[in-house]
C-alpha cells in the first residue's frame, strides 16, 4: 500500500464546475498538508498549505482535512480552462522535512 | 526571478556518461531538497541538504548519485554511469528552515533522457 493515495482522474469538467479531488493517507504522524499545482512541463507550484484538520479557503480554491479519516480534499469553484493541471497532495509530519506526494490528477477544465 | 533556478532544463545523455544537475535556491533559502518524478508518478525525496551538509540521503539509490551544496554556488545533484532507469524528471526545492511543514517550493526540474 502507498503511503499516499491520490484517485488518478483524468477529470475533465466543463468551465464553471466545481472540482473534487481527494488524497487519503497511512501515516497517522502527517500533520502538514499541501496541494502542488503542475502545469506540463514545469515544476510543482504551492496551492494550498494546511495544518492539522480543518478547512482553508483562498480565492476559488478550499482545503479540507479529516485527520480521522485520513482523507484530504481540494475543491476548485467556478473552475477556468486555466485551472487545466495535475494537482498532487503532499504531506509531512510535525518534525520531518520529506514530502510525501500523491501521484497526482490530471484535470482539464473545457471551455 | 527569485524563484528556484535549476538547469539546464533538458540533459541529453548516453548509457555510461555522467549527469549534472544544478539547483539555485530561492533567495533568501538555505535548505534545499532534490526529488524524482517518474512518469504516472508522484514526486520521490531523494535528498535534503543545508550548505556544505547533507542531512539526509535515505532516498538517494546507494551507488552512482551524489548531491553537494558547496558554500559558494549552486547545489549540485550528480549521477555517475548513467543508466536507461535513471531517465526522469529531477526537481529541487528549496525552504527558508528545515524543520516539519515548511512549505517547500520547486523550480521548473531538470528532465533527463539517457540515449
Known amino acids: 500500500q502507498k503511503e499516499v493515495e491520490q484517485d488518478p482522474g483524468p477529470l475533465s469538467v466543463p468551465e464553471g464546475a466545481i472540482v473534487s479531488l481527494n488524497c487519503t493517507y497511512s501515516n497517522s504522524a502527517f500533520q502538514y498538508f499541501m496541494w502542488y499545482r503542475q502545469y506540463s512541463r514545469k515544476g510543482p507550484e504551492l496551492l494550498m498549505y494546511t495544518y492539522s484538520s480543518g478547512n482553508k479557503e483562498d480565492g476559488r480554491f478550499t482545503a479540507q482535512v479529516d485527520k480521522s479519516s485520513k482523507y484530504i480534499s481540494l475543491f476548485i469553484r467556478d473552475s477556468q480552462p486555466s485551472d487545466s493541471a495535475t494537482y498532487l497532495c503532499?504531506?509531512?509530519?510535525?518534525?520531518?522535512?520529506?514530502?510525501?506526494f500523491g501521484a497526482g490528477t490530471t484535470v482539464t477544465v473545457r471551455a | 526571478n527569485a524563484g528556484v533556478m535549476q538547469n539546464p532544463r533538458h540533459l541529453v545523455r548516453r548509457r555510461g556518461q555522467e549527469a549534472r544537475l544544478r539547483c539555485s535556491p530561492m533567495?533568501?533559502?538555505?535548505?534545499v531538497y532534490w526529488y524524482r518524478q517518474l512518469p504516472e508518478e508522484g514526486l520521490k525525496f531523494m535528498v535534503y541538504l543545508q550548505k556544505e551538509n547533507i542531512i539526509d540521503e535515505s532516498g538517494m539509490p546507494k551507488e552512482r548519485f551524489s548531491a553537494e551544496f558547496p558554500k559558494e554556488g549552486p547545489s549540485i545533484l550528480r549521477i555517475q554511469q548513467v543508466v536507461r532507469g535513471d531517465s526522469a524528471a529531477y526537481f529541487c526545492?528549496?525552504?527558508?528552515?528545515?524543520?516539519?511543514?515548511?512549505?517547500?517550493?520547486f523550480g521548473d526540474g531538470t528532465r533527463l533522457s539517457i540515449l
Open positions: 503532499a504531506m509531512s509530519g510535525l518534525n520531518d522535512y520529506k514530502l510525501s
Open positions: 533567495k533568501g533559502h538555505s535548505h
Open positions: 526545492a528549496s525552504s527558508p528552515e528545515g524543520q516539519g511543514g515548511q512549505p517547500q517550493h
